[in-house]
């Protein structure tokens, strides 16, 4: 992992699905109008979706990307996706939830849950016709600005799919970036579990919900959290946000966490992989930033 780079400010982003990608955009987009660039942090962290929108905003301005969303035509609501942020039809979904809430329901503690998502989204892409991997992969790249990695520090989460290992990677790590974002933002159930080289890959969110730990040592960490810190997992697990703040702190990080307001949460809705909801979302996400970049702004900066 590379760690030459500079050790004061961290910005980390979460998962959250179509909507959670396009608030995030769009948090970031509303402070850069302001004055408040957060995308030249030292050091970018991302997960799932927020793996999306790390790559994004190393490679395009925080404008650039929110003009893109707000330009584009709303679809209907649907389970399909483009290169937006949302799903693909590349398998069952439906029971997504119920499956995976099982394996956390039956697990003895966040590795052994690990390696029960990993087997059981191997065992479910087994009678799969394979094809899946390909048509993923076209989505992810298209939509990234640039498939190259930045020379700023970007770490990607993903988790090893045979053995439950997490693994973090960097542009040091031999990966594609857009391999990478495809491993990180795999959910093992619709979205198959995805293959680099020999081995293969599931969420990076199966680590820790927003692995801001990986920001232990920085000065300023400034997180994004799309679905407001709160975990599915039991909390003795450490797996949530909280947990990860509190380490954080007591390594003498300052720490300041963005959740979405009402306004956001409702042009959420019921379904973050909606596609429908990007622009309502996005829109949401630019007027909360541009309410907060003045009491941030002395932090970060």
């Not at 679809?75 to 799903?87: A, D, F, H, I, T």
């Amino acid at each position: 992992m590379d760690r030459t780079f500079g050790r004061d400010r961290a910005l980390v982003l979460h998962g959250g699905g179509s909507a959670g990608n396009a608030w995030e955009i769009g948090v970031v987009a509303g402070l850069f109008d302001v004055g408040l660039d957060v995308t030249e942090a030292d050091l970018i962290i991302g997960t799932s979706a927020g793996s999306t929108a790390a790559a994004q905003i190393t490679s395009a301005t925080p404008t650039e990307l929110l003009a893109a969303i707000l330009s584009t035509a709303s679809p209907q609501r649907s389970g399909l996706s483009g290169p937006e942020g949302g799903r693909v039809p590349i398998g069952p979904v439906a029971n997504h939830m119920e499956i995976t809430s099982r394996i956390i329901a039956a697990a003895e503690d966040a590795a052994d849950m690990r390696r029960r998502m990993g087997a059981a989204a191997l065992e479910m892409d087994a009678a799969s016709d394979g094809s899946g991997q390909t048509r993923w992969r076209a989505v992810v790249a298209a939509r990234l600005p640039s498939q190259r990695w930045p020379e700023r520090a970007l770490l990607i989460t993903a988790v090893d799919a045979h053995t439950g290992e997490p693994v973090v990677f960097d542009r040091h790590s031999g990966v594609d970036l857009v391999d990478a974002v495809a491993a990180s933002t795999s959910n093992g159930f619709g979205v198959p579990p995805y293959s680099i080289g020999d081995n293969r890959y599931i969420n990076g969110g199966y680590r820790r919900n927003e692995n801001a730990d990986l920001a232990a040592g920085y000065a300023r960490v400034l997180v994004l959290s799309p679905f407001g810190g709160r975990s599915r997992h039991p909390l003795e697990w450490g797996m949530h946000l909280a947990a990860q703040v509190d380490e954080l702190r007591a390594g003498g990080s300052r720490v300041e966490t963005i959740f979405p307001d009402g306004d956001s949460l409702n042009a959420f809705g019921v379904d973050v992989m909606d596609l429908s909801t990007r622009r309502p979302a996005a829109q949401a996400g630019y007027n909360q930033g541009r309410a907060l970049a003045e009491q941030l702004t002395e932090f970060w900066r």
